[in-house]
C-alpha cells in the first residue's frame, strides 16, 4: 500500500505503484485473452506503412477521429451572440446535453440552451406540443429578449415544420405574438457546425429584415456608413471578437459585431451567475441591414449568409480566417477602403513588431515542416502564416473540407516556394493523417486538443489551435486575429519549438552540450 | 456541528417547503403542477423520497439529462476496450460524447483497444433518404481491414435509425456468419427512447443478454473456476476506479473474473456467468443484467458502496458474507490494513470540512453513494437528486438521507440555481453543465461525474484522493475573492 495521507497520490502516480502493475498484468493474463504481444506489435507496426495508408485512404464508408461535429452545434454558437438569447433546440434532449458539455469544456464557462426533449411520442405524431410547451416554458423561466430555434437530426427526419409550429405556438400564447423567435432548420446529415452557424445567422437576419415570417413589412434599407462583422464559428471568439472591437474603434470605424459571443463566453466570477451577457442587441440585428457593408472573417461558415445579404445590397466581403502580416494587412485594407477610414499608426506599429518578433525568431521555423487540420477558414489561415514565416505546410486536411476549399489551399500553397510540397486532404479524418504522418512525418502538428492522440502515436509534437481545446486552459481569451493576434500564435508555435529542442537535448554528459540558455 | 443543531428541523423543513413554492411559482400552470411532483424533501420513516421520477422531463426547461445513446454507448457499451463500437447516424453523437467519460483502460489505442476513438457512419442526407444498411455492412468489412484485432463490433444507433426503417440486426447478423461467427451487437438506443440515459443502459443490458450471452452459450471459459469467482458490476473505471476497487476485493481472497464495463473486455463479458457473485456498484445501469445472470445462471448478487471508509467496510462485510470464513477473515484483514490511512485521512482533512453543507445533483447512484464518504469527514449532505434515477433508487436513498434533505429529480437549471442561491451550501456536487453556473456565484464546485478529471475516488486509496479534492474546492482562497471589495 503506497496510499498516504501525506501525499495523496492520484491516477497519475497511483496506478503506477507496483501492487497495481501486479494487478492489471494478472487482469490481462489471466481474464482478457489477449492478443500475443509480438501480433499487436506486428498489426501496431503495419499500421505505419504505405501499404497501410493505401488501405486507409481506401475507405469509403468508415470515418475515424474526424475533426468536426454536427450542424446544431454551430447554431448554439452563433444564437447565444444574440442579447438575451437563449437557443433552442426542437429534437431529442441529449443532443442539448452534448452541446452544453461541449461548449463549457473548451471555454470553462456555462453554456446555456433549452431542448424541445422530444421522446417515441414525438417521433410518431411529431413534436408540435413539445415547441407549444417549449417555448411557454423557457418564455416564463429564462425571461430571454429572443429564442432563437434550431433543429436535430430527429426533428429533421420526421420533416417537422419549424415555421409553422412557431406560428401554432404564438396562437396558442407560448410566447406573446411580437416576441422574436427566429428559426432555422440545421440537420446534423448535412455539412457540419459550420453549415450550422451559417444557417442561424441567414435565419436571424431573416428575421429581422423580411418581415418576421410574414408578420410584419420587410424593412426598407437605408444605408449608412457603418459596417457588419461576422466572426464565423471560432473558438477563440472571446479574443478575437475583443480583439475587432479595439482595432475597429482605434481606426474610428462604425461597425457591428453580429453574433457577439464574446462577453457570455466569458463572464466574471463576481458572486453572479449571468446566463445571457453582452450580445448584439436585437435592434442592432435589425438595423445592420442598412449598413453599407457586411464582413465575413470566415468564407465557409457564412456561405448562406453573405449571398443573403448582399442580396439585400450590401457590398459583402469575406476573409479566411486571416493570421499573420499579410492576411492582417489584406483584412486591414479592405476594411480601410470599405469605410474611407484610413489605417492609424498605431495598427502600423503593431505590424512592424510583428514584423519585427517574426524576424526575431525567424531561424527557429524556417524549413520546419507542419501539419494542419481544423474548420476550411482556420486551415488556410494558419497555412498562409506558416507560409509567411518560412515554414513548410505538409499535409493540410479538413474533415468539413470541400472541394472547392481544397482548390483554394492549393491557390495559396502555389503562391509560395515554401509550398510546394504540400498536401491538401478534404473530407480526411485524423486516422488518415495518422497514416500520413508515419509516411511523410512532419516536425510539427497544429490541430486541436484530440491532436494528442496523434502525438502519442506518431510523436509529432502538438501546437494546440483550433477547437475545441479542453486539455489547456484559456487559450480562448487570447486573440489570434489581428497583429497582435498574430504576435500570439507566433508565440505558441515558438515555445513549442523551444521545449522540443531542450527535450532533445537535456541528456547530461550525451546530448546536453546543446543545451543552450540562449537562443 | 451539525445542521440540526445550527437550525431545528422544523425550521428547515418549513424553510424547503417555502422553497420548492416559491421555485415552482415561476412555471407556467402545466409545467407547475407536472414538477410540483418531482420536488420534495425527505421525511424520516417514509419508503420513499416523496418524488415522482423516471418520467419524461417537460420542454424547454433546460433539464440536465441525456439520452438513451448516452446511456449506451457513452456509459455501457464505450468502455468493453477490445471492441469497437460504431456511432451509427451523423457526427456529432459520436463527437460530443469521444473520450468524454474518463473510462481508464490499458491496451494499445487503435491496434488491440479503442475507448477513445470515434467510429462513426457519419450519416449524409443520401443516408437518410436510401437507408444506411449498405453504408453499416461496408464499414464492418473497412473494420475488418484495418483494425483486425478488434474483438468484436457493436452498432450504437442514434435517432435516425429508428426512424428510416433500417435493419441492423440483418446486417450485424450476416456480417457475424461472414466473420466466423464474430460478435457484432446491434443496439437500439435511439436517442428518443425513454425519457434519459436510463433506457439507453436497459437497453445496453438487453444486448448483452441477446448478442453476447446467448452466442457464447457454453463457450467454456478461458480458465479454472475458483470457489471465489466475482465479477465487478457497474463499475466504469472513471479516472481508475474499478481498478482500486478491485484491488480491494482481490486483497480480501476473492478472484475478479470480470470487469463491467471499465476496463472492460469482451472475454471477460462471456466468462461472467461463470461468477459465483456479482457485485453491483452501480445499480441503477446495470442491474437488469444483474438480475438475468440471477435468474438464468443462478448467481446471485449483492449491491456494494465503495465510497468512503464506514461504506467500505460495511461493503466488504456484504460481500464476504456470500463466501465462507476465509473470506470473512480476508475482508476484516483488508478493513484493519486500511485503517490507519484512513485515520490519517479523516484526522488531515475532516478538521477542514467539519460542519460543511453540500448539494448533490449526479447520475442514477452518486446522489446517494456518496452521502457515506461526505459523511465520514464531517459534512452534511443537505439536498440531493436523481438526473435518471427511478423509484427504488429514491427508495434506497431513504437509507442514506437525513430527515428534511431537499430533494428534486431531473432538476432544471432554474431550480437548481434557486436552491443553490437560497440554501448556501459550501459545496456543489453535480456536472460540467452546472460547474461554471456555480462558480460564477462563488460557490466552491466538484464534479461528480468525472471527478473533475482528478480520482479515482472508489476504494480506500480512493477516499484520500476524495478527500484531498473536497478540501482543495472548498478551501481554495480564490473564493474568498469572489465579492468585489468596494460594492458591498
Known amino acids: 500500500m503506497t496510499q ?23 487482469k490481462k493474463e489471466k481474464f482478457e485473452d489477449p492478443h500475443p504481444e509480438a501480433e499487436v506489435e506486428k498489426i501496431r507496426e503495419w499500421t505505419k506503412t504505405p501499404e497501410y495508408q493505401e488501405k486507409n485512404f481506401a475507405r469509403e464508408a468508415l470515418t475515424v477521429n474526424p475533426a468536426k461535429a454536427c450542424q446544431p452545434l454551430g447554431a448554439v454558437f452563433a444564437a447565444v451572440g444574440f442579447e438575451g438569447t437563449i437557443p433552442f433546440v426542437h429534437g431529442s434532449q441529449g443532443c442539448v446535453a452534448y452541446y452544453r458539455s461541449h461548449f463549457s469544456r473548451h471555454f470553462k464557462e456555462p453554456s446555456s440552451c433549452v431542448s424541445s426533449s422530444m421522446t417515441e411520442d414525438a417521433a410518431v405524431f411529431g413534436g408540435l406540443n413539445n415547441m407549444v410547451d417549449g417555448l411557454a416554458n423557457t418564455y416564463s423561466l429564462y425571461e430571454p429578449k429572443m429564442i432563437s430555434v434550431s433543429t436535430t437530426c430527429m426533428a429533421e427526419v420526421i420533416g417537422d415544420d419549424l415555421n409553422a409550429f412557431i406560428k401554432n405556438a404564438k396562437e396558442k400564447g407560448s410566447v406573446p405574438q411580437e416576441f422574436d423567435v427566429p428559426f432555422a432548420h440545421t440537420p446534423a446529415f448535412v455539412g457540419s457546425h459550420i453549415t450550422g452557424y451559417d444557417n442561424v445567422m441567414k435565419g436571424i437576419f431573416e428575421h429581422f429584415w423580411d418581415g418576421k415570417a410574414g408578420t410584419t413589412e420587410k424593412l426598407e434599407r437605408k444605408p449608412n456608413d457603418s459596417i457588419n462583422f461576422i466572426g464565423g464559428f471560432d473558438g477563440y471568439t472571446v479574443g478575437n471578437l475583443r480583439e475587432i472591437k479595439r482595432i475597429f474603434d482605434v481606426m474610428g470605424v462604425e461597425y457591428t459585431i453580429l453574433g457577439d459571443n464574446s462577453d457570455v463566453w466569458d463572464t466574471p466570477t463576481d458572486g453572479e451567475f449571468r446566463m445571457y451577457d453582452g450580445g448584439t442587441t436585437l435592434e442592432e440585428a435589425a438595423e445592420s441591414l442598412h449598413a453599407k457593408a457586411t464582413i465575413s472573417m470566415q468564407e465557409y461558415c457564412t456561405e448562406k449568409t453573405l449571398p443573403f445579404i448582399k442580396g439585400h445590397g450590401q457590398e459583402v466581403a469575406s476573409f479566411n480566417h486571416p493570421v499573420g502580416v499579410s492576411a492582417t494587412d489584406k483584412f486591414l485594407m479592405e476594411v480601410s477602403r470599405l469605410t474611407g477610414k484610413e489605417i492609424p499608426e498605431e495598427l502600423a506599429k503593431e505590424r512592424g513588431r510583428l514584423v519585427d518578433a517574426i524576424g526575431d525568431s525567424s531561424a527557429h521555423i524556417h524549413g520546419k515542416k507542419f501539419a494542419i487540420y481544423g474548420d476550411p477558414d482556420l486551415c488556410l489561415g494558419l497555412a498562409g502564416f506558416l507560409l509567411e514565416l518560412g515554414a513548410e ?8 473540407g470541400s472541394k472547392g476549399w481544397a482548390k483554394k489551399v492549393q491557390e495559396l500553397l502555389d503562391s509560395s516556394p515554401y509550398g510546394a510540397n504540400c498536401h491538401v486532404y478534404a473530407g480526411k479524418d485524423l486516422w488518415h493523417m495518422r497514416s500520413l504522418l508515419f509516411t511523410e512525418p512532419v516536425d510539427f502538428l497544429i490541430g486541436n486538443t484530440y491532436g494528442k492522440y496523434l ?22 481569451r487570447r486573440p489570434v486575429w489581428g497583429y497582435q493576434g498574430g504576435m500570439n500564435v507566433l508565440i505558441t508555435i515558438l515555445d513549442k519549438i523551444f521545449d522540443e529542442i531542450d527535450q532533445n537535448t537535456n541528456v547530461p554528459a550525451k546530448s546536453d552540450f546543446s543545451f543552450d540558455i540562449i537562443r | 456541528m451539525s445542521l440540526a443543531t445550527a437550525e431545528k428541523l422544523e425550521d428547515i423543513k418549513a424553510r424547503n417547503k ?26 424520516e420513516g417514509k419508503p420513499d423520497c416523496g418524488v415522482k421520477s423516471n418520467v419524461k422531463s417537460i420542454p424547454g426547461v433546460m433539464t440536465i439529462r441525456g439520452c438513451a445513446y448516452a446511456g449506451s454507448k457513452g456509459v455501457v457499451w464505450g468502455p468493453i476496450k477490445d471492441m469497437i463500437h460504431i456511432s451509427h447516424g451523423p457526427v456529432g453523437c459520436g463527437q460530443y460524447s469521444w473520450a468524454a467519460r474518463r473510462n481508464y483502460y490499458i491496451g494499445t489505442t487503435g491496434i488491440d483497444t479503442f475507448v477513445t476513438m470515434q467510429f462513426t457512419s457519419d450519416f449524409q442526407e443520401k443516408d437518410i433518404v436510401f437507408g444506411g444498411d449498405k453504408k453499416l455492412a461496408k464499414i464492418m468489412d473497412e473494420i475488418q481491414e484495418l483494425f483486425p484485432l478488434n474483438k468484436g463490433i457493436t452498432v450504437q444507433s442514434e435517432c435516425p435509425i429508428g426512424l428510416i426503417g433500417d435493419d441492423i440486426e440483418a446486417v450485424s447478423k450476416s456480417k457475424s456468419k461472414e466473420y466466423d461467427g464474430k460478435t457484432i451487437v446491434p443496439v437500439r438506443c435511439e436517442g428518443f427512447r425513454g425519457v434519459s440515459q436510463s433506457l439507453g ?20 471459459a478461458k ?13 466504469y473505471n472513471i479516472g481508475g476506479d474499478a481498478w482500486s476497487s478491485r484491488i480491494l476485493l482481490e486483497e480480501m481472497g476473492l478472484r475478479v473474473i470480470a470487469q463491467w464495463s471499465g476496463d472492460g473486455s469482451i472475454a471477460e463479458l462471456e466468462a461472467t456467468p461463470k461468477a459465483k457473485l456479482n457485485v453491483l456498484h452501480c445499480y441503477r445501469s446495470m442491474n437488469y443484467i444483474s438480475r438475468h445472470m440471477e435468474e438464468k445462471f443462478g448467481i446471485p448478487w449483492v449491491e456494494y458502496n465503495f465510497f468512503g471508509p464506514s461504506k467500505i467496510a460495511e461493503s466488504l462485510r456484504k460481500i464476504a458474507s456470500h463466501f465462507d470464513d476465509k473470506i470473512k477473515e480476508g475482508a476484516e484483514r483488508v478493513i484493519a490494513k486500511y485503517q490507519a490511512l484512513m485515520d490519517d485521512v479523516i484526522a488531515k482533512y475532516r478538521p ?100 473533475d478529471y482528478s480520482g479515482p475516488y472508489h476504494g480506500y486509496d480512493g477516499f484520500a484522493i476524495f478527500a484531498r479534492d473536497m478540501d482543495m474546492a472548498i478551501n481554495a482562497p480564490v473564493w474568498k475573492l469572489a465579492q468585489t471589495p468596494w460594492k458591498n
Open chain 2, 352 to 451: 477542514r470540512l467539519e460542519g460543511k453543507k453540500v448539494m448533490l445533483f449526479v447520475g442514477g447512484l452518486r446522489p446517494r453513494h456518496v452521502i457515506g464518504a461526505y459523511e465520514d469527514l464531517g459534512m452534511e449532505v443537505v439536498g440531493t437528486g436523481y438526473e435518471f434515477g427511478h423509484n427504488d433508487d429514491y427508495q434506497r436513498t431513504t437509507h442514506y438521507v437525513k430527515d428534511g434533505t431537499l430533494i428534486y429529480d431531473d432538476v432544471t437549471g432554474y431550480e437548481f440555481e434557486k436552491f443553490v442561491e437560497k440554501i448556501e451550501p459550501d459545496l456543489v456536487g453535480s456536472g460540467i453543465k452546472e460547474k461554471y453556473v456555480f462558480q460564477k456565484m462563488g460557490v466552491p464546485f466538484r464534479q461528480m461525474h468525472s471527478w
Open chain 2, 201 to 220: 443502459h436497459h437497453i445496453a443490458n438487453d444486448a448483452v443478454r441477446d448478442w453476447v450471452f446467448d452466442k457464447a452459450g457454453d463457450k467454456p
Open chain 1, 393 to 400: 505546410p505538409t499535409h493540410i486536411l479538413a474533415t468539413n
Open chain 2, 18 to 43: 417555502e422553497l420548492v413554492d416559491e421555485v415552482l411559482e415561476a412555471y407556467p400552470a402545466k409545467a407547475k403542477k407536472k414538477r410540483a411532483k418531482h420536488l420534495n424533501q425527505f421525511d
Open chain 1, 4 to 26: 498516504n495521507a501525506e501525499n495523496v497520490l492520484d491516477h497519475f502516480d497511483l496506478f503506477r505503484q507496483p501492487e497495481y502493475k501486479e494487478m492489471l498484468k494478472n
Open chain 1, 455 to 476: 502525438e502519442r502515436d506518431t510523436g509529432t509534437p502538438l501546437i494546440r489551435i483550433g477547437f475545441p481545446v479542453f486539455d489547456r486552459h484559456h487559450h480562448h
Open chain 2, 223 to 235: 480458465f479454472e473456476s475458483t470457489p471465489y469467482d466475482v465479477a465487478i458490476i457497474g463499475d
